[in-house]
């Protein structure tokens, strides 16, 4: 146990935050976390954090606006408390896909999100799989952005797929599938999308051969499951002989769970930046793994001060 080290956990996913204790061989922070009758937070740490290095847990999920509040609220709890470096550990960066002007007269919420969270108090962010790697340029504090490919790797390489292509839902995608692909040795295809408005995407083509191969989509973030399953569809009308997916924010948004029930789509591999529970229980398709020792792991090199790097990958 690390006496100095001290990991609290917002209400969005404590489940996550008790798998890092248990990985770190410590005990979960003792705080107060209610609203009142109008819907008001409240707040209050219940030991002392003079002069600890505290690690602060908040997926930015659903209910996104909620839990954007409450890291805010914690956040300042505990800068007000004296505690001597505060890091907020955000598994799933809410509104990050708002993170440039693609059209006109529309925010850059990801850039509005990191102003809030510095100016709430955070000394450092540790994050997941962040939508667009330039989001870490938005924040005025050091950024510690992992990844979750040594997780999915192990995952799909438990599955023992033959003929293995790895296929990107998107062009934004093709750096994340080009590495899993590289470290597998499998194929690489795309498909071509045009997205037609919000949470609404039209497949166009798959470029590269998956007929008769087995595929697996890799994605960052699986919210309405809508890309997902028309990517699904259209690796099937090119003679992908096995469909399977994986995603590292499984957000899952209705009707997220009917369109993969009711898909060719054999297993979807997701780890749990958010909370599952109610998710798992609704299909069987989902296999779920954990990121609580890349993310403990982290928060405790950070807290000796010893490189993170070795993590970055």
Known sequence: MHRDLRVFSGRAH???????????????????????????????????????????????CNPVNENLMELLIMLDTFKRSSANRVTAVIPYYGYAR??????PRVPITAKLVADLISAAGADRILTLDLHAGQIQGF??????????????????RGLGLPELTIVSPDAGGVERARAIAKRLQAGLAIVDKRRVAANEA????????????????????????????????????????????????AVLSDPAI??????????VLITNTTPLDEKLAKCDKLQPHSVAPILGEAIMRIHEDSSVSSLFV
């Open 14 to 60: 404590p489940g996550l935050g008790q798998e890092i204790c248990d990985y770190l061989e410590t005990s979960l922070g003792a705080i107060e976390l209610n609203n009142f009758a109008d819907g008001e937070i409240f707040c209050q740490v219940r030991e002392n954090v003079r002069g600890r290095d505290v690690f602060v847990l908040q997926p930015v």
């Open 98 to 103: 708002q993170d440039k002007k693609d059209a």
């Open 139 to 156: 924040f005025n504090v050091p950024v510690d952005h992992l990844f979750a490919a040594p997780v999915i790797l192990e995952a799909i």
């Open 202 to 249: 039209e497949v166009m083509h798959v470029i590269g051969d998956v007929e008769g191969r087995t595929t697996l989509i890799l994605d960052d973030i699986i919210d309405t499951a809508g890309t997902l399953t028309k990517g699904v569809e259209a690796l099937k009308k090119h003679g992908a002989a096995r469909v399977f997916a994986a995603g590292i924010h």
């Open 258 to 267: 009917e369109r993969i029930e009711a898909s060719p789509i054999e297993r």
